[in-house]
């Protein structure tokens, strides 16, 4: 059983930055950032595969970096130049198999006003 709580989200103005936070309680190979805009389904934005490797939606390289804080058993997401179609409701995510996301957190919401 892994629990996850994300933190962090709220409006900002296109081009700002927010910083997502996530701590994880019980054990899991990867962990990754999701997330849900409206009317779509829920895709990988960011995902550390068993603490080693990253994966990058093509919409956000670049703009957006994963790390993990395995002393602290946190995962973040730092987001940078912030689009409106980054817009979504964000939530963080575990692989107890290192492959298949079997656990979400609740969601934080990002909302980018032009």
């Known amino acids: 059983q892994v629990r996850l709580v994300e933190s962090g989200g709220g409006s900002v103005d296109v081009g700002g930055s927010l910083r997502l936070s996530c701590v994880a309680s019980?054990?899991?190979?990867?962990l990754g950032w999701f997330r849900q805009r409206k009317g779509e389904e829920r895709g990988a934005v960011a995902v550390?595969?068993?603490?080693?490797?990253?994966y990058y939606a093509d919409d956000v390289q670049g703009r957006f970096t994963i790390s993990q804080d395995n002393s602290k058993n946190m995962v973040y997401l730092q987001m940078n130049n912030l689009k409106p179609d980054d817009t979504a409701m964000y939530y963080c995510?575990?692989?107890?198999?290192?492959?298949?996301?079997?656990?979400y957190g609740q969601g934080t919401q990002v909302t980018v006003s032009s």
């Open positions: 995510a575990a692989a107890t198999n290192g492959i298949d996301f079997d656990y």
């Open positions: 550390i595969y068993n603490g080693a490797s990253t």
């Open positions: 019980g054990r899991a190979r990867s």
